[in-house]
């Protein structure tokens, strides 16, 4: 059964600084891995979907990459402004070729300003 | 990727009433996906809406408690029958565009409050 779990649980860090999150999986059977972001009360918004041949992936000041066999990823916020608190998860497909997702237990960034 | 308008956005109903959530996307999908997130939690899957076929349903989950109708390709309705405060929640549908591998589009949310 696919587990992720995302470290830390939740982070404060001052304006301007860069920060990472991770997010590990226990089942390196996946084909891609997304990150979403998610307002408080709101819906996930996709932030970057990751191919299982590809290892990393930018948007802006997002990176994210992908480590299969050691069942890894990490999302990289350069700059960090004060609209990028939200909630961070990361999710993969449940099982190989099953579309169903699995998700981690989210990181709660704060960015103070 | 897909657009979804998903309605209500929030509600506060009874207990003991019915609540039913619609997702319209913008594009045909040949599978829907509705999932649950309690207050604190990640998703949970409730179920995959699959057009002119019942829904499959995640174990916890069952058809008389959460109906999910399907009529189309691009349309689906989840409804929450008999509320209990413990069905507060988020609830969100998801579709996945061009197969899995091109990752998948989430709704809104519908915020529901049983009181």
């Known amino acids: 059964k696919q587990e992720v779990t995302q470290i830390p649980a939740a982070l404060s860090v001052p304006e301007g600084e860069n920060l990472v999150l991770n997010c590990s999986f226990t089942?390196?059977?996946?084909?891609?891995l997304q990150w979403f972001r998610q307002d408080p009360g709101k819906g996930l918004t996709s932030l970057l979907l990751?191919?299982?041949?590809?290892r990393e992936q930018t948007s802006g000041r997002l990176n994210a990459s992908l480590d299969k066999s050691s069942g890894r990823s990490t999302l990289y916020i350069a700059a960090s402004q004060p609209g990028d608190s939200a909630t961070y998860l990361c999710?993969?497909?449940?099982?190989?070729?099953?579309?169903?997702?699995?998700f981690g237990t989210g990181t709660r960034l704060t960015i103070i300003p | 990727s897909a657009v979804i308008s998903q309605k209500p956005s929030r509600d506060i109903c009874q207990r003991g009433t019915s609540l039913t959530i619609q997702c319209q996307v913008d594009s045909q999908v040949t599978m829907m996906f509705w999932y649950r997130q309690q207050p604190g939690q990640s998703l949970t899957l409730i179920a995959t809406a699959n057009q002119g076929s019942e829904a499959t349903y995640e174990s916890g989950f069952v058809i008389d408690k959460f109906p999910i109708s399907r009529p189309n390709l691009t349309f689906s309705t989840l409804t929450v029958s008999n509320m209990s405060p413990e069905d507060s929640s988020i609830y969100l549908c998801?579709?996945?565009?061009?197969?899995?591998?091109?990752?998948?589009?989430f709704g809104s949310g519908t915020r529901l409050t049983v009181v």
């Open positions: 999710a993969v497909p449940t099982n190989f070729g099953n579309e169903k997702l699995t």
């Open positions: 089942d390196s059977a996946i084909y891609n």
């Open positions: 998801s579709v996945a565009t061009a197969g899995s591998g091109y990752g998948y589009t």
């Open positions: 990751i191919q299982s041949s590809q």
